[in-house]
């Protein structure tokens, strides 16, 4: 790592920014994980990062998690892995193997085998339950209306909800989904709110979000 690398310096930038934003809606920085979204980029564009101390990353897809991860987590203790993409169901164990937070369950059939996968390796992530907050077709995540059941089976089947998730509509002004998210999970009594991408972070964090998900604004923008 040479000391003036350009993602570190972006990563400086946005911890600054993030810090700033939580100061203003009076929230403790602290309180707010910056997942670095590694997907698509190699090994060496992830290093420099790691050495310079940041630990939490996210991953769309479970078998190019699969090729990269281990050996970085074996070399850099302490990093934490999360998926973030569309996850199938049949993908639920080796998501379980190797993830520390699973950002997308959004359907009953998930829950069901993240369960299983869980009780049989003993490994339990945090979960995350995605809403279809724009009520988008194209789009991953429950229904708002089927919310209440979705958690409550997550919650029967001792799955550990570590809060919701949600996209908002593209080339729309964000914060009033954000807002809405913010207010259904305080109604279903979670706390975690994984919001807030690269165009929107700072708007996310005044809202309450206790995760946010950048790519490009750290890497720069995807082929």
């Not at 009780?119 to 992530?125: E, F, I, K, M």
């Not at 089927?146 to 997550?154: F, I, N």
């Not at 109604?187 to 995760?211: K, P, R």
Request: proline content about 7%.
């Amino acid at each position: 790592m040479t000391p003036n690398d350009p993602s570190t310096d972006q990563l400086d930038a946005i911890r600054a920014r993030i810090a700033h934003t939580a100061k203003i809606a009076r929230r403790n920085p602290g309180d707010v994980t910056l997942i670095a979204v590694s997907k698509t980029k190699p090994e060496g564009a992830i290093r420099p990062l790691l050495a310079a101390g940041h630990r939490d990353f996210g991953e769309n897809r479970v078998q190019e998690a699969q090729a990269k991860w281990p050996a970085l987590q074996e070399a850099y203790p302490g990093t934490r892995l999360h998926l973030i993409g569309q996850l199938q169901s049949n993908k639920a164990a080796d998501a379980v193997a190797l993830a520390d937070a699973i950002h997308a369950v959004d359907r009953p059939s998930l829950v069901t085998a993240l369960a299983r996968a869980m009780d049989a390796s003993g490994r339990r992530p945090d979960c995350f339950l995605q809403v279809n907050i724009g009520e988008e077709p194209q789009k991953g995540g429950c229904a708002i209306a089927d919310l209440p059941t979705l958690l409550d089976q997550a919650r029967k089947e001792d799955l550990p909800v570590a809060g919701l998730m949600c996209i908002p509509p593209a080339d729309l002004e964000a914060a009033p989904y954000f807002a809405l998210l913010a207010k259904i999970a305080r109604d279903h009594g979670v706390t975690g709110l994984s919001m807030g991408m690269s165009d929107d972070f700072e708007t996310a964090v005044m809202l309450g979000a206790t995760h946010v998900r950048i790519g490009s604004a750290l890497f720069g923008a995807r082929a």
